[in-house]
């Protein structure tokens, strides 16, 4: 998953070196750069030789004269306070005065920091440093000791700081007329923590779909599951110049995302060639094609994709299509798998005009039909192409925009379907589909997308920049490029004035993104989510006051509001001074007091530095919990963040616990 842990708070000691040769003597050297660690280590070493093969381990200490211990929260949220604890114990040299210094980057050390201490042999000092949290960010502290005999021992730590309530957007879509003005400010961030805020704007072929904030969406997407993958990927594909504007890499950056998302995706490939949602198995039909279409243009883009892998995909794909069973009403995975063997010359045409001529009636999206007719005009076979795509934009406007929670195995909805048809469409060259009409539809989308609806709707946009309009815009009196793509922070924002210097309107989409001044209350569309903790004999605790050691059972409660089918994924950050205590989910008889729980089965669990996450799938009105034992470690008061459910591919079925705070005390 992609949501941006901590980093540790000192820097881990593991090291490995590449073969070295033994020499004469019969021993071999290796030499390593050791970070400022006190404690033991372990040497292991493999040997071999054309007969024989050895390994040996060994520990060693490795300390200072004098050693710095420090305890410190694993993060904290802007507004918490806390400590920093240091233990300094003098383990050999000269005994006496010791010089300390202790400097904080971002972070704000309270008290009276004591600039030296007394230390006789053998002697051990411990203090207590209060320090509290602002500005989101990995923020440094440095611990400098200086010996009697005038060595200085510096001790670097690492404290990341995050804003884990979650972010809102908001979307502003104007026409600015010949002459006009609008100026830009600090304004547009009311409501918002000037340090997570910043503002999106566009014009031109990029404002209509708002390509800048979908892409900034995407890259800012938490979770990870292979279809959330690619889904973050196959835009970077064409717009990395896009993404270099907005602050998200310059192109070799980009290029590096999409080949480690490759690589990721990879580790999940069955031996069949089938692709896991989120381990390596297979049985996801449409899955398969959707990332065999990810890999299949990432070639074509002159990304390495391993040969092997790539054959087995493709494979599984015709395999798939040959002994796939008849259907009245379905059809999606078929459709997609012909198209990405179409544009690879492996369909069979046979296969393609039966499914036009005999089962166009039974494909149940506008997507499948949109597919199906791609891989048509792949084949030159224009019109019968012409023909899937007319129907596919009738289904697109005989339906209606309101969506249910019913279960859809291509992780789809309407908009989502759309937008693949005008994609397909433009990119099969077809006459059939009015585009620039179905745009405008796309265009009035809302601020909750799904991975499919924001990857679908880039990729519609990239069809929509063949023939870009000049916009004719100035940003502070300068031209600006046909595209406009600005982003601004709120720490630097200032004022800006945009000037349509054209003859005819020019459309501009201005999007904001940050975490809310105000976090808002319980609550929720389709759903409700409850967080509450247990003592381990099964008594309700009230986490507003814990003491330290003190281990809790968190539970959290999901109650949908109606019956409906779904991939939710629960979210449960944590404050700073809980960790996780048990890496497993609890169920009935774990806990004899807490009988009550009853088991899910989930999909997928993570179980981070800083908050909990679950997916499950869920087709059911009745509520379920999911509950795991956290422990207080470190004293401090601090923000406790909502915890949250959402329905990941219709993102406007969502709910979110209360806000508040908490503190940890001493015994």
Same mark, same amino acid.
């Given at each position: 998953?992609?949501? @941006?842990s901590?980093p540790?708070t000192?820097?881990?000691v593991?090291f490995?070196?590449?073969?070295v040769?033994?020499?004469?003597?019969?021993?071999?050297?290796a030499?390593?750069?050791?970070?400022?660690?006190?404690?033991?280590?372990?040497?292991?070493a493999?040997v +071999?030789s054309?007969?024989?093969?050895?390994?040996?381990e060994a520990?060693?200490?490795?300390?200072?004269?004098?050693?710095?211990?420090?305890?410190?929260?694993?993060?904290?949220?802007?507004g918490?306070?806390s400590?920093?604890?240091l233990e300094?114990?003098?383990?050999?040299g000269?005994? *006496?005065?010791?010089?300390l210094d202790?400097?904080?980057?971002?972070l704000?050390?309270?008290?009276?920091?004591?600039?030296?201490l007394?230390?006789?042999?053998?002697?051990?000092a411990?203090?207590r440093?209060?320090?509290?949290?602002?500005?989101v *960010?990995?923020?440094e502290?440095?611990?400098?000791l200086?010996?009697?005999?005038g060595?200085?021992?510096?001790?670097d730590?690492?404290?990341?700081?995050?804003?884990?309530?979650?972010e809102?957007?908001?979307?502003?879509?104007?026409?600015?007329?010949? !002459?006009? /003005?609008?100026?830009?400010?600090?304004?547009?961030?009311?409501?918002?923590?000037?340090?997570?805020?910043?503002?999106?704007i566009?014009?031109?072929?990029?404002a209509?779909?708002d %390509?800048p904030?979908?892409?900034s969406?995407?890259?800012?997407?938490?979770y990870?599951?292979?279809?959330?993958?690619?889904?973050q990927?196959l835009?970077?594909?064409?717009?990395?110049?896009m993404?270099s504007?907005l602050?998200?890499g310059?192109?070799d950056?980009?290029?590096?995302?999409i080949? @480690?998302?490759?690589e990721r995706?990879?580790?999940?490939q069955s031996?069949?060639g089938?692709?896991?949602? =989120?381990?390596?198995?297979?049985?996801?039909? =449409?899955?398969?094609a959707?990332?065999a279409?990810?890999?299949?243009?990432?070639?074509?883009?002159?990304?390495?994709?391993?040969d092997?892998?790539?054959?087995?995909a493709?494979?599984?794909?015709?395999?798939r299509?040959? &002994?796939?069973p008849?259907?009245?009403? !379905?059809?999606?995975?078929?459709?997609?798998?012909?198209?990405v063997?179409?544009?690879?010359?492996?369909a069979?045409?046979?296969?393609?005009?039966?499914?036009?001529d005999?089962?166009? *009636?039974?494909?149940?999206t506008?997507l499948a039909?949109?597919?199906?007719?791609?891989?048509?005009?792949?084949y030159?076979?224009?019109?019968r192409?012409?023909?899937?795509?007319?129907?596919?934009?009738?289904?697109? $406007?005989q339906?209606?925009? #309101?969506?249910?929670?019913v +279960?859809?195995v291509?992780?789809? $909805?309407?908009?989502?379907d759309r937008?693949?048809?005008?994609?397909?469409a433009?990119?099969?060259?077809?006459n059939?589909?009015?585009?620039?009409?179905?745009?405008q539809?796309?265009?009035?989308s *809302?601020?909750n997308?799904?991975?499919?609806?924001?990857?679908w709707?880039?990729?519609a946009? @990239?069809?929509l920049l063949?023939?870009?309009?000049?916009?004719?815009?100035?940003?502070?009196?300068?031209?600006?490029?046909?595209a406009?793509?600005h982003?601004?922070?709120?720490?630097g924002?200032?004022?800006? #004035?945009? /000037?349509?210097?054209?003859?005819?309107?020019?459309?501009i989409?201005?999007?904001?993104?940050?975490?809310?001044?105000?976090?808002?209350?319980a609550?929720?569309?389709?759903?409700?989510?409850?967080?509450s903790?247990?003592d381990?004999d099964?008594?309700?605790?009230?986490?507003?006051?814990?003491?330290?050691?003190t281990?809790?059972?968190?539970?959290?409660t999901?109650?949908?509001?109606?019956?409906?089918? %779904?991939?939710?994924?629960?979210?449960?950050?944590?404050p700073?001074?809980?960790?996780i205590?048990n890496?497993?989910?609890?169920?009935a !008889?774990?806990?004899?007091?807490?009988? =009550?729980l009853?088991?899910?089965?989930?999909?997928?669990?993570?179980?981070?530095s800083?908050?909990f996450?679950a997916a499950?799938?869920w087709r059911?009105?009745?509520?379920?919990?999911l509950a795991?034992?956290?422990?207080?470690? %470190?004293p401090?008061? &601090?923000?406790?963040?909502?915890?949250?459910?959402?329905?990941?591919y219709?993102p406007q079925?969502r709910?979110?616990?209360?806000?508040?705070?908490?503190t940890?005390? &001493?015994?």
């Amino acid at each position: 998953m992609d949501l @941006q842990s901590p980093p540790p708070t000192e820097e881990l000691v593991s090291f490995f070196t590449g073969p070295v040769k033994i020499g004469p003597n019969g021993s071999a050297e290796a030499q390593f750069d050791i970070p400022d660690f006190n404690g033991t280590v372990r040497l292991m070493a493999v040997v +071999w030789s054309d007969t024989s093969v050895g390994q040996s381990e060994a520990d060693t200490i490795i300390r200072d004269p004098v050693v710095v211990t420090a305890s410190l929260p694993r993060f904290m949220a802007p507004g918490d306070q806390s400590e920093i604890l240091l233990e300094i114990t003098h383990a050999e040299g000269p005994a *006496g005065r010791m010089g300390l210094d202790i400097s904080a980057q971002g972070l704000t050390l309270a008290g009276n920091v004591p600039s030296g201490l007394d230390l006789s042999a053998q002697e051990k000092a411990v203090l207590r440093i209060p320090i509290s949290a602002k500005e989101v *960010g990995n923020h440094e502290l440095r611990v400098a000791l200086t010996t009697p005999d005038g060595q200085q021992l510096i001790k670097d730590l690492t404290l990341g700081v995050r804003s884990l309530d979650p972010e809102v957007s908001s979307t502003r879509r104007f026409s600015l007329a010949p !002459g006009d /003005t609008f100026t830009l400010n600090e304004d547009v961030f009311a409501g918002l923590r000037r340090n997570t805020a910043e503002v999106l704007i566009s014009s031109g072929a990029f404002a209509k779909l708002d %390509a800048p904030g979908l892409l900034s969406a995407l890259e800012r997407y938490p979770y990870g599951c292979t279809e959330q993958v690619v889904s973050q990927a196959l835009p970077l594909l064409y717009f990395q110049d896009m993404a270099s504007a907005l602050g998200l890499g310059n192109a070799d950056q980009s290029k590096l995302r999409i080949t @480690q998302s490759i690589e990721r995706i990879l580790t999940r490939q069955s031996s069949g060639g089938g692709f896991g949602l =989120w381990r390596a198995s297979s049985g996801d039909f =449409w899955l398969d094609a959707y990332v065999a279409d990810f890999l299949s243009r990432a070639r074509d883009e002159g990304y390495d994709v391993p040969d092997h892998a790539y054959t087995l995909a493709m494979d599984n794909l015709r395999n798939r299509v040959n &002994y796939a069973p008849d259907f009245d009403k !379905g059809g999606e995975d078929i459709a997609y798998a012909l198209m990405v063997l179409a544009r690879e010359g492996a369909a069979r045409m046979g296969d393609l005009r039966y499914y036009a001529d005999v089962k166009a *009636g039974a494909l149940a999206t506008p997507l499948a039909l949109a597919q199906l007719g791609a891989a048509l005009a792949y084949y030159g076979d224009q019109t019968r192409a012409d023909r899937m795509f007319t129907l596919a934009v009738a289904m697109v $406007t005989q339906t209606s925009d #309101t969506e249910t929670q019913v +279960w859809r195995v291509d992780y789809g $909805t309407r908009l989502r379907d759309r937008a693949g048809v005008l994609t397909l469409a433009s990119e099969a060259g077809s006459n059939a589909v009015n585009v620039q009409t179905l745009a405008q539809s796309l265009a009035t989308s *809302g601020p909750n997308m799904s991975t499919q609806e924001q990857a679908w709707s880039l990729l519609a946009t @990239q069809s929509l920049l063949q023939n870009p309009n000049a916009s004719h815009l100035t940003l502070d009196g300068a031209p600006l490029e046909s595209a406009l793509i600005h982003k601004f922070d709120a720490g630097g924002l200032g004022t800006h #004035t945009i /000037t349509n210097q054209g003859n005819s309107p020019t459309e501009i989409t201005l999007t904001t993104l940050g975490v809310p001044e105000t976090a808002p209350e319980a609550g929720g569309y389709g759903y409700a989510i409850d967080r509450s903790y247990y003592d381990l004999d099964g008594q309700s605790v009230d986490p507003a006051q814990v003491v330290t050691g003190t281990r809790l059972v968190t539970v959290l409660t999901v109650k949908p509001f109606e019956k409906g089918e %779904a991939r939710l994924m629960v979210n449960d950050p944590l404050p700073a001074g809980f960790e996780i205590d048990n890496p497993n989910l609890l169920r009935a !008889g774990d806990i004899r007091s807490l009988s =009550w729980l009853e088991r899910v089965e989930t999909q997928h669990t993570e179980f981070r530095s800083e908050r909990f996450l679950a997916a499950v799938d869920w087709r059911s009105d009745k509520p379920f919990r999911l509950a795991y034992i956290v422990r207080a470690v %470190a004293p401090g008061d &601090y923000h406790h963040p909502a915890a949250s459910v959402e329905d990941m591919y219709r993102p406007q079925y969502r709910a979110r616990s209360a806000t508040g705070r908490m503190t940890v005390t &001493y015994e």
